[in-house]
């Protein structure tokens, strides 16, 4: 049973330009959630997509949007990219959003890094 | 809005030593309380959770008590192997409104365990 996978597992971009991060959920989950870690630092909820749509978001700007899919898999996108976008963006899934008591499952991440 | 604050770390311990990790909150309503470790390299992964007051979570060695009157949930194991060695994160999710099923976490205490 394969549980959260992401891509790319690194990339490195340049100032201004755009990425697009992937995430596939646990087999059985509905709900994604992206979580933004800087070094050294807690994760920070991006945003969450349930049933395609996004329910719940975060404090961060316009630049950063996502997608789920009918497969329910999901993108992380950024534009624009700042210096300090330059973190670890982790993917979790879940099932059923409306039990909070559900735990949330983590993939390995992706290493974005603003050059 | 909802926080989490954990002991400032790091944490170093010989083997077979005794672990306590401090986690206060602060929310409205009744969270839900998980504590996640994150080894070097790798996503977060669900150490142990408490849904409710004078709850007990446990897992591997490791148990938390959800404390309303204090607001707490420390983390405790009575004798850590170097295995243990990561990076632990306490985190909550609100019952309710606006943080329905999203993680709020705290700062990470990086435990080293020395043999």
């Known amino acids: 049973d394969a549980g959260v996978t992401q891509s790319p597992t690194h990339l490195i971009k340049t100032r201004g330009q755009q990425v697009t991060l992937r995430c596939s959920p646990k087999s059985g989950h509905d709900t994604v959630s992206w979580y933004q870690q800087a070094l050294g630092q807690g994760p920070q909820f991006i945003f969450q997509?349930?049933?395609?749509?996004?329910?719940q978001r975060g404090n961060f700007p316009d630049r950063f949007s996502g997608h789920q899919f009918p497969n329910y898999s999901s993108e992380l996108n950024v534009n624009a990219l700042l210096l300090g976008d330059s973190a670890l963006y982790l993917c979790a899934s879940s099932f059923d959003r409306a039990n909070p008591d559900q735990p949330q499952h983590f993939g390995d991440g992706t290493r974005l890094s603003i050059l | 809005g909802d926080s989490v604050t954990q002991m400032e770390g790091p944490v170093t311990l010989s083997e077979e030593a005794f672990l306590t990790i401090n986690c206060t909150y602060t929310a409205t309503g009744y969270p839900s309380l998980f504590w996640y470790v994150q080894y070097p390299g790798e996503g977060l992964q669900l150490l142990l959770k408490a849904t409710k007051a004078d709850d007990k979570g446990s897992n591997k060695g490791f148990e938390a008590t959800y404390r309303k009157e204090t607001t707490s949930f420390h983390l405790e194991k009575g004798s850590v192997q170097v295995s243990d060695s990561a990076v632990y994160f306490c985190?909550?999710?609100?019952?309710?409104?606006?943080?329905?099923?999203?993680?709020?976490f705290g700062q990470g205490t990086i435990l080293t365990v020395h043999p």
């Open positions: 985190a909550l999710t609100a019952a309710g409104g606006t943080s329905y099923g999203k993680l709020t």
């Open positions: 997509y349930y049933e395609e749509e996004e329910r």
